[in-house]
Each structure stands twice: as C-alpha cells, then as structure tokens.
Nanobody, 124 residues
Framework: QVQLVESGGGLVQAGGSLRLSCAAS????????MGWFRQAPGKEREFVAL????????FYRDSVKGRFTIFRDNAKNTVYLQMNSLKPEDTAVYYC?????????????????WGQGTQVTVSS
C-alpha cells in the first residue's frame, strides 16, 4: 500500500492562502480515493474534502465549499488542497488519507492509510 507525507502547512493571517501537498510513495496511487481531514485541539477528526481516483469527482464539507479546492496529479503521485480565504476556525492539523476503493466516503474509518499531519494555524 502507499505511504503518505504531507507538507505545506504553516502560519497565515485570516484571509490568506496555503496549499497543502500529500506525496504518496508506492505503486498504484491512481487506485486510491484521496481525502483530507483535519483535527483541531480537543475536537474529533473531521472530513474536509475528497477526490475520486481519476480526479473527476470531488466533495467538500459545507464550511469549506468555495474556499478550498482538492486536486490530484496521478503522474506525480500527489494530491493537493488549495485553501483560500482562510479563517481562524480552519486552524487544525490537516491529514491526508487514502482509500483503496471505487466508492467515495467521508468517514475517517473508511480510509486505510494516513499521513502524519501538517499544522495549519490561521491568526485573526
């Protein structure tokens, strides 16, 4: 199975932008549905966005629609999360996750492989 490494987190002011990257090692990256989740201190890990294996379908939690964009480059074994118009409530550790299946799901239990996470902090 793949291994995942996130990068691109950091400190940004409200209204700013960040692009997270998740690089996958191993074969058959294109066989995986990819998701981004986040976990704020004291809260449950929550779904943020997902993308189908081909990249033709995406899905977002309501609070990030219109601000975040997930996309993937299967030739580079990488999935991205472009985050614009960031808000303090977006502050969390962001995790990349992979699901070796066709059907997309938003539950964290549906994902087989996780990265180590990258911290995103949005100051007001």
């Amino acid at each position: 199975q793949v291994q995942l490494v996130e990068s691109g987190g950091g400190l940004v002011q409200a209204g700013g932008s960040l692009r997270l990257s998740c690089a996958a090692s191993g074969r058959s990256f294109s066989n995986y549905v990819m998701g981004w989740f986040r976990q704020a201190p004291g809260k449950e890990r929550e779904f943020v966005a997902l993308i189908s294996r081909s990249g033709s379908s995406t899905f977002y939690r309501d609070s990030v629609k219109g601000r975040f964009t997930i996309f993937r480059d299967n030739a580079k074994n990488t999935v991205y999360l472009q985050m614009n118009s960031l808000k303090p409530e977006d502050t969390a550790v962001y995790y990349c996750a992979a699901r070796q299946a066709t059907i997309v799901v938003t539950t964290k239990s549906g994902y087989d492989v996780w990265g180590q996470g990258t911290q995103v902090t949005v100051s007001s």
